[in-house]
């Protein structure tokens, strides 16, 4: 009892003060809890969402760029197919067989194949695109072959990296675009685009999309005539059976591809993508014709998607033309690196590059110990046509084993010439068609393609 009387005389004599201490002491807690733990928690919290923040945009930013290279590999024979009838090489490449077998024929007591007796038909029906080239020399067929298929080799190299690079920019753009609304929307702001009707913008980004119209229609074309002109000019005096290493037909494309781009700068963009407005109108007529009135008027979305679409195609310091260059140049590598393999496949050099998407700088490195070997130029026009299978190539099958698409019946032609490895070189080759299209996975592995792309999507100016 002593104990308790003690404890009620030392709490009765300090009674204020630990009225006051006690005060204090919850003040001081509740203080730290206000502006201490629940800011530090407010903190975790915005790193929270800072990390999801950054997470979002860069699963976002990977899916954008495998939205590309599906869409390229679905727009590969829209594209291819116009080229490959406006450079008709497999139908030279019948007419010389067909003028092959009709001499031999002859000269064994006129005898001829079912095969050649359907082909005969065909040379005798005026309407028959056959019949054009079957009025030629075999002297005007060899250069008209090699003319088409040099020219459709560079022609696809040239549209198919430009495509590449402005579907790229693209879906960036209207990535980014769209990231940035519902970011917006998020955050509880009101957009300047709230009052747009959802669907009214899915038509304009569609039909900003639909805007390759003019590369896959006409753009090639205009392509395809400055570059047909220099292959006439470079390979005018060299005949089929004329002999060339891999270095020298590498450079003599290269030098074509300088002379291209040296004086075209402004055309091959024009060409890309309709930056000038009588080539946008005819896109669009052709395309959306509704959206024609949205071309006057300054606020659009569409205009303003074209814009800048515009600027970054034409302003230096984005190097958008440098990066089209590397591209090109990229697809030459992966040209060359295939043709050496191929015509070397008697050396025991292994499989074939289109075998893989991997180590080109490796693979280049066994080409130059081989640069010196020469191949008649007929060998390089039989190889060039299976490449151009697999540039256009859209199935990007990597194990499966299917046939060509375009396969090039050069059997005839490359035994009467003698050409090394005669046809099983070349059936070994087309074998691998079913690698996949090892030129489109070059580019988009490119790491300048990547930078390029995160600078557009990343732009929220």
Known sequence: MAIFSSLAGFFNRNKRRIFITGAVSVSIYLLINEFIIKKFRNYQKTLRQELIFKQQIKQR?????????????ALLPVLAAPIIDALPVELITQALRLKKNNTKATNESNELTSDNLNLLDNNNDPQSKLSIYMNKSKVELWNLLKIKTITRTLTLMYTISGLLLITRLQLNILARR????????MAGVKSINNDIDPHENYIIEQSYLSLSWWLLNKGWANLNSIIEALVIQKFEKIT????LTIEDFENSLIDIINEINLNNREYILAN?????????????????????????SADSN???????????????NLYFFDLLNSLIVNNLTTLSTSLSFSL????????SLMTTTGNLAES???????????????SFLAQL?????IMIDNDNLKTEDVSPKHEPNLEEILQSLELPGGLDALEDTQRNESCGNVYINNLNELDELDDFSAGIYSNFE
């Open 344 to 351: 070397n496949a008697g050396n025991n050099l292994g499989n």
């Open 302 to 316: 569409l205009i303003k998607l074209i814009n800048e679409t515009n600027s970054i195609m034409l302003d230096n």
């Open 61 to 73: 930013f990977i899916q954008t760029q495998q939205d590309c290279y599906y869409t390229i590999l």
């Open 385 to 389: 046509s299976v490449q151009n299978s």
């Open 240 to 243: 089929p059976k004329s002999e």
């Open 178 to 185: 769209s990231y940035l609304e519902s970011a917006i929307q």
């Open 364 to 378: 280049s490195n066994k080409i130059r110990e081989i640069s010196n070997t020469s191949y008649k130029l007929a």
């Open 272 to 296: 890309l993508f309709p930056i000038n407005y009588n080539d946008l109108l005819e896109t669009l007529l052709n395309t959306n014709p509704d959206l024609v009135p949205h071309l006057d």
